[in-house]
Structure formats: C-alpha cells, structure tokens
C-alpha cells in the first residue's frame, strides 16, 4: 500500500532551521507531484510548498525565501528545507502526493500523518 511518513519535526527557537523529509513508498513516486500543508492549532489546513515530478515547485507567499523544497527520486523522499522559522511557522506539517502540482489539498491523493513543528519566539 502507499504510505508517506514525514520525519525531521522538532522545537527550534526563532529564527533557526528545520529540515523535513518526507519518504514515499508503494507509488511510482518520480511521477507523481508532492505538496506540503500545515495546520496549526484551531486553524485550516493551508497550502505550504509542492514540488512537481520535474522539479518545478510553488510556495505560499509567507515563506517564500525561507522554505525550499527539494527531491531525490532515487531516494523516494521529498525534502523541506526552513529557515529563518518564525513562531506563525508552528503547525503540524503534512506532506501528500498527487498526480500534479496544484495548491489544493483536495488535489492530493495520499497523505502523511504529519510531524510536529514547533518555534519559539
């Protein structure tokens, strides 16, 4: 079956960095588009970062030169590089896998059961 299991979530003070993976298996995962959503506490899920099977990629505005994603199609694993993390940057991290890249979290068809970031200021 499919499973994608994020991993690299933590406590960071502001303004430090965090590198999430998220490791794919049971899905030809070189065609497939993997996006990143977060949902902090009382809030909806939202779109983060996603990149597509050639390596395109899209960011939410509010980490735009902060976030960077990345991927090893070798490895299956989709990285998420955060910098200059902020508090506002606390949620749990889910990432997802779809047939194209797209900033809807409707659009994704398998999910992750998400990791823990926390900042504090």
């Known amino acids: 079956q499919v499973q994608l299991v994020e991993s690299g979530g933590g406590l960071v003070q502001a303004g430090g960095s965090l590198r999430l993976s998220c490791a794919a298996s049971?899905?030809?995962?070189?065609?497939?588009?993997v996006g990143w959503f977060r949902q902090a506490p009382g809030k909806e899920r939202e779109f983060v970062s996603a990149i597509g099977w050639s390596g395109g990629s899209r960011y939410e505005d509010s980490v735009k030169g902060r976030f960077a994603v990345s991927r090893d199609n070798a490895k299956k694993t989709v990285y998420l590089q955060m910098n200059s993390l902020k508090p506002e940057d606390t949620a749990v991290y889910y990432c997802a896998a779809g047939q194209r890249l797209t900033l809807r979290a409707l659009d994704y068809t398998y999910w992750g059961q998400g990791t823990q970031v926390t900042v504090s200021s």
């Open positions: 049971g899905l030809p995962f070189s065609i497939y588009a």
